[in-house]
């Protein structure tokens, strides 16, 4: 494959940070509704620290992403996984991404695009990488956290919440594998890893890392500032407390006692924490059965998520890929794991209502 040339232009990115300091100024200026409120305080509590938090982190990623990309470490990084993504067409730099994405999400999709880019995978395998990256990766990567707020609360009831969202990782993995080894053609055969580099190479390949990570790094920038600063206006102005509000108002629960609509509600309309709190409550009272319990952790799950999805991830998706493909990107993952949520979900469901 060749390289691809990145189809933003430079004055393409101008344009983009011109527009974030018009917008930021006007707001400041108190020339958007409701901009008479925000004080020095909640801008750097809610926008600068979180965004300087977010550049360095994904800073870091791509920084490490590039350098395992340039210095040929990328098909070793992946060879543990390589007869499985080998079974789904899959090259072994893929692997790389799907090994980083167990410790850092930003770092594999940096790697993806970085990847892309330079031509070693097509558009489908980055689109079904990505895709099968937010399935197990994601899942153990987030476990540790998970697991111990979910047990001490809900017991039983927990573990099978749980479990559920582990079938419902790996029915995804499977079924992407399958997609691609139809979809995908086999990757040549090759003794897989290019060869370290030798000391004298080092040098000018350090360089070359640096000066690809500072032209990546700027696109990076130019398109997240913007997309979080909307994002940060879009919350301000009560847009995703509006949609938590409508979804919560909106689930139909008739099968479900009030005590499991009040575990969605909690879910939707604060944290997911929350409903997992109140889940634990209404169990220990014995409001709730087990299955009942499981069912709503399962329901705020699956209309919470992608709300949370929208606000938290959209920005760090579009500046590390592109606007249109980084939402591409994460509408598609969202939708893929409420489909096999759903999957998972109904036949327990079924299940519990016999029990």
């Known amino acids: 494959m060749k390289a691809r040339q990145t189809t933003s232009g430079g004055w393409g990115r101008w344009v983009l940070l011109l527009a974030f300091g018009l917008l930021a100024a006007s707001y400041w200026l108190g020339l958007w509704p409701a901009a008479h409120h925000l004080s020095l305080g909640k801008l750097y509590?809610?926008?600068?620290?979180?965004?300087?938090?977010?550049?360095?982190?994904?800073?870091?990623?791509?920084?490490?992403?590039?350098?395992?990309?340039?210095?040929?470490?990328?098909?070793?990084?992946?060879?543990?996984?390589?007869?499985?993504?080998r079974w789904g067409h899959l090259h072994r730099e893929s692997g790389a991404a799907f090994t980083a994405a167990f410790f850092s999400g930003i770092m594999a999709n940096t790697m993806l695009i970085t990847l892309y880019q330079e031509g070693k995978i097509s558009r489908r395998e980055l689109t079904l990488t990505y895709l099968f990256n937010n399935g197990l990766p994601v899942y153990l990567l987030h476990l540790p956290t998970t697991f111990f707020i979910i047990l001490p609360l809900t017991r039983q009831a927990g573990l099978i919440y749980l479990g559920i969202t582990l079938a419902a990782a790996v029915l995804r993995s499977i079924g992407l594998l399958i997609y691609g080894r139809l979809a995908l053609p086999a990757p040549g055969g090759g003794a897989g890893g290019?060869?370290?580099?030798?000391?004298?190479?080092?040098?000018?390949?350090?360089?070359?890392?640096?000066?690809?990570?500072?032209?990546?790094?700027?696109?990076?920038?130019?398109?997240t500032l913007p997309i979080y600063f909307f994002i940060f206006l879009l919350n301000d102005w009560g847009l995703f407390k509006w949609l938590r509000d409508i979804a919560a108002a909106h689930v139909s629960l008739n099968f479900l006692p009030m005590e499991a609509a009040s575990v969605v509600i909690f879910s939707?309309?604060?944290?997911?924490?929350?409903?997992?709190?109140?889940?634990?409550?209404?169990?220990?009272?014995?409001?709730?059965?087990?299955?009942?319990t499981v069912m709503a952790l399962v329901l705020g799950n699956i209309v919470a998520t992608p709300i949370r999805a929208l606000r938290h991830q959209l920005a760090a998706n579009v500046g590390i890929f592109s606007p249109k493909l980084g939402t591409q990107l994460l509408l598609l993952s969202q939708g893929l794991r409420l489909l096999s949520l759903v999957a998972v979900a109904i036949p327990y469901a079924i299940w519990g209502a016999g029990a």
């Open 268 to 292: 939707v309309a604060t944290e997911f924490t929350s409903g997992i709190a109140a889940a634990g409550a209404f169990l220990q009272a014995g409001a709730l059965t087990v299955p009942q």
């Open 194 to 223: 290019e060869a370290a580099p030798l000391p004298a190479q080092k040098v000018g390949l350090f360089r070359e890392i640096w000066q690809k990570f500072q032209r990546r790094f700027t696109r990076v920038v130019l398109f």
């Open 45 to 85: 509590r809610h926008l600068a620290w979180p965004l300087v938090h977010l550049l360095i982190y994904m800073g870091v990623g791509l920084l490490l992403g590039q350098a395992i990309e340039t210095l040929g470490w990328a098909a070793k990084l992946g060879s543990w996984a390589a007869p499985l993504l």
